[in-house]
């Protein structure tokens, strides 16, 4: 490390603390002039600068300046370093862990403020076929984390809690978590009250249990976190997985959009009564869910114990289809003045093997401007719901009921072109009770 004041400079520079030993001495032989001098430490590419004013005999007034001025450092792995690891362990706020194509056998915990990105020369930018039906980046499939070989349970991939911090995660592959002998079931990735991006990567073959989780913890899963966690996952694969592919426990607002999520089942010997969601909410989550494509998954979006909460539930624009049970299947907990809202417009819900849309004991239910089509069961089938608004829908070709209402309290049903359904267009049960 070396040392070197100037009088007026302006260099790169990050804080941290300097000691002069000419100004010291000077206030110390009792100088009755005001002195100011300026210093930088350099250390490797960083720089740091501290202002240190003295005022007449005695009295020191240190002013420690903690502006950045230089860019942030890129990290290579394994140019400069061996492994991620060891470069997120030596990377500070701003800085970005570049990791070259290859696989990397290791458990990663990322950093407040830093960012991990695939290399993207080598053509890494460019469109290829990924498995499912989008397009991936070529870096997505050559930058692999694999966690195949690591014995001890763990998320492949972890963010520090309690943040708000900047991070980013963009164009890698996270698999191969195996089934761990203790019976703990994990996630590929990690998510608890923090606000990453989480963009252009592919998560599979979790045998453990599902692909991404994101909470801000409370209810059923501890204590709720100060900060919320609001994500932005986007433009992901995940498909595969023993569990669901993108999980929001309890005060999750995460924002998941663009991504394809597909064969995601809890294995047979799993099954009680429990079905693996593409996309799943529980409890006080109110993710925006915009443009994905759920199929094949055992639900498309599933809703488990929705509660009360200011902020509807909103699904949008999705395409659903393919999947062992419902499209769409919201359960509340149906509790006396609870607030559980669902808004669900524009969507394509198709050829799933039972209602395209179902919801059970919430307060509101709003579904508009989505084609429902072809389902094995009703296209939308409302339970025990207190008011809902079925607007301007196209809903044909279901194997019975275009729309089946149960004991819905107040409905509003217009503006829907209903046709070429299997039993009704429109059954109504349970209306005697009212």
């Known amino acids: 490390m070396k040392i ?45 600068k501290m202002i240190l004013c003295a005022f007449s005999p005695g009295l020191i007034l240190l002013i420690l300046l903690f502006s950045t001025i230089a860019e942030s450092a890129d990290l290579f792995v394994p140019d400069d370093y061996q492994d991620i690891s060891e470069a997120l362990e030596m990377a500070e706020p701003g800085d970005t862990v570049v990791v070259m194509p290859g696989v990397y056998r290791e458990r990663i915990k990322m950093k407040a403020g830093v960012s991990l990105v695939s290399f993207k020369g080598d053509g890494g930018d460019e469109l290829v076929d990924g498995p499912g039906l989008k397009k991936v980046l070529r870096r997505t499939l050559r930058t692999i984390i694999d966690g195949s070989q690591i014995e001890e349970p763990g998320y492949l991939i972890s963010f520090p809690s309690e943040t708000t911090e900047p991070m980013k995660v963009d164009g890698f592959t996270f698999q191969n978590m195996p089934k761990y002998r203790s019976g703990v079931r994990l996630f590929l990735m990690e998510i608890r009250g923090c606000s990453p991006s989480v963009v252009n990567n592919i998560f599979r073959g979790n045998k453990s249990w599902g692909g991404i989780l994101a909470s801000g913890l409370g209810i059923g899963m501890g204590a709720e976190l100060h900060t919320k966690a609001k994500p932005e996952i986007l433009n992901n694969i995940i498909y595969g997985n023993s569990g669901p592919g993108i999980a929001n426990g309890s005060n999750s607002a995460a924002l998941i959009a663009h991504n394809e999520i597909f064969q995601n089942r809890f294995p047979p010997s799993d ?22 494509i759920c199929y094949q998954n055992e639900v498309g979006i599933g809703a488990l114990n929705l509660d009360n909460h200011k902020k509807p539930l909103k699904i949008t624009q999705n395409r659903i289809y393919g999947n062992m049970m419902a499209g769409i299947n919201i359960r509340g907990t149906g509790s006396p003045g609870k607030n559980t809202r669902v808004f669900i417009e524009f969507n394509q819900i198709f050829n799933n093997r039972q209602a395209g849309i179902r919801c059970i004991k919430t307060s509101e239910v709003i579904a508009r401007f989505n084609a429902v089509f072809q389902n094995r069961k009703a296209g939308i089938s409302l339970w025990d719901v207190g008011t809902a608004a079925i607007e301007d829908n196209e809903i044909y070709g279901n194997f019975t009921s275009g729309i089946r209402l149960l004991d819905v309290a107040h409905v509003y049903v217009r503006r829907n072109h209903i046709f070429k359904n299997v039993t009704t267009g429109i059954d109504f049960i349970g209306w005697e009770k009212r």
């Open 271 to 292: 099954q009680k009564n429990i079905f693996a969601p593409g996309i799943g909410i529980r409890e006080k989550a109110r993710p925006v869910i915009h443009d994905n």
């Open 4 to 48: 070197q004041t100037y009088s007026a400079v302006r260099v790169p520079c990050k804080g941290l603390l300097c000691y002069i030993p000419g100004i010291m001495n000077d206030v110390a032989a009792g100088s009755d002039k005001t002195i100011s001098s300026m210093s930088f430490i350099e250390s490797g590419n960083r720089f740091y």
